[in-house]
């Protein structure tokens, strides 16, 4: 397979098919054949066309060069069933796809106080009709848990091109066969804790806790924090016996520290002066207004779900930082929590705000299984988790390739232009993705040899 260097004049299409035919690879021959089919048709707008169903969107694609009918139909099955029944891993794509794009050189991973940035999310792709399917996610949209497939993800933050890209580095499935969504997300902080170097930092947003982060050895992370937040000024300790009768005191207690003020009913909560106050200046120019509050500690209301006593002891003791950043383009202040207590207020600013790629990892993978929702048509459980996690996958690849690629005009209107996804799908759309001639060509000549009931003659001897 020739791999094309970044300065030779490259066609689009046949750039994308270079990266796809790189990517299969790990693949055995005729599966890798059928994610190629598989993959070029989802980057050619087939499957948008079709809404998430595998057949037509492949078809359609293959229709573009292959007039024969029944070849057709042999290739489109190939690629329903590389995706099903395929002898592949999944993992084995990821590590394919870090190899790749750090290979080529020009992702560079992003660093903040000499840290590399590891955001972590969820997303789910929803699905309906499936009697098997037990998990559910919640979905904004219906503002309640849905049945969905459910996907963990942890990525590495890279600049391309001054273009910030999210490089999908693992992902956590769950079992679709069970609605448990605290051992997925559970499952997906011991993932973070196992592969998180010391020198990264995990980004977290909302709905994660910093308990669990910390229960699960993840020492280095920033994770927003709910507005009500509480935190102990001292480690919790048990009071003396101050009267000879009533019960001994047993519960750990500490003065409180409540970095924003609410209201409770009636009442308005004051909050807690913070120990420094910093203003920072952000990219743009404009003035940030920092809040830290320094060596806090988990209250023990924090800690009831803990079963280990000694860990339970470990984590109240534990020190953290807490920091509140006024930004004058938000009402509300946007609280994050850390073990680090080294970090400093500007760049827990910058690191929160790289975060945010890492939503561009299922906004693009959802967008080219389905035109955006994620909707997929398979029934099989192994295909309801491979179809949507090979979308991230690829979707992944795609805006790193629409990043290092010029920019296509989608139309006179189009006056600023932009290296984004969308306007490299419409161009490959227009042009289309020609089908792979490097995958597993024969190099060796066969047509000297016997055929049909000559060659089973000559086999039996």
């Not at 790749?100 to 792709?125: K, M, N």
């Not at 192994?382 to 991230?392: D, E, G, I, V």
Request: aromatic share 6%; charged share 25%.
């Amino acid at each position: 397979m020739t791999n094309n260097h970044l300065k030779t004049s490259t066609p689009a299409n046949y750039r994308i098919l270079n990266l796809i035919e790189q990517m299969v690879t790990v693949a055995p021959k005729g599966t890798a054949l059928g994610l190629c089919d598989l993959i070029s048709a989802m980057f050619s707008g087939y499957f948008i066309e079709s809404r998430g169903a595998v057949m037509p969107a492949v078809e359609a694609y293959l229709r573009q060069e292959i007039k024969d009918e029944k070849e057709r139909e042999a290739r489109s099955r190939r690629a329903a069933k590389a995706l099903t029944y395929g002898n592949y891993n999944l993992k084995e794509l990821l590590d394919r796809l870090s190899e790749i794009i750090e290979g080529e050189g020009q992702w560079q991973p992003q660093r903040v106080q000499g840290y590399r940035l590891v955001p972590v999310d969820f997303t789910a792709y929803r699905r309906s009709h499936v009697e098997k399917l037990k998990a559910k996610a919640y979905v904004a949209d219906t503002n309640r848990a849905v049945p969905a497939v459910p996907i963990g993800l942890v990525a590495s933050v890279g600049m391309v091109n001054g273009q910030r890209v999210a490089l999908l580095k693992h992902a956590v499935l769950t079992n679709l066969l069970t609605d448990d969504s605290t051992a997925h997300k559970k499952q997906l902080y011991q993932q973070v804790g196992a592969v998180l170097a010391e020198d990264e930092m995990a980004v977290l947003d909302a709905g994660f806790s910093l308990v669990e982060a910390a229960q699960s050895g993840i020492g280095h992370c920033v994770i927003r924090l709910a507005k009500n937040s509480t935190f102990g000024k001292t480690a919790g300790q048990i009071p003396e016996r101050t009267a000879a009768k009533g019960p001994t005191p047993t519960q750990y207690r500490a003065e409180i520290v409540r970095p924003l003020s609410r209201q409770h009913g009636d009442r308005t909560l004051s909050a807690t002066p913070a120990d420094e106050v910093h203003t920072i200046l952000d990219k743009a120019g404009r003035e940030v207004t920092v809040h830290v509050w320094q060596e806090v500690y988990f209250l023990e209301r924090h800690l009831q779900a803990v079963t280990d006593n000694r860990q339970k002891d470990k984590l109240r003791k534990m020190p953290l930082k807490v920091i509140a950043i006024e930004d004058p383009d938000y009402e509300d202040p946007l609280l994050v929590g850390t073990p680090v207590l080294s970090l400093e207020p500007q760049a827990a600013h910058e690191i929160y705000l790289n975060r945010w790629p890492i939503e561009g990892v299922p906004q693009t993978g959802k967008y080219i299984l389905s035109g955006g929702g994620g909707s997929h048509f398979v029934h099989h459980l192994t295909a309801m988790q491979r179809l949507p996690l090979l979308s991230l996958i690829f979707g992944s690849l795609l805006k790193y390739a629409a990043a290092t690629m010029p920019p296509f005009r989608t139309g006179f209107w189009d006056r600023l232009l932009k290296p984004t996804y969308g306007r490299l799908l419409r161009h490959l759309k227009k042009v289309g993705i020609p089908l792979s001639k490097q995958l597993f060509k024969k190099e060796s000549v066969t047509t000297h040899l016997p055929l049909g009931y000559d060659a089973i003659r000559l086999a039996r001897g």
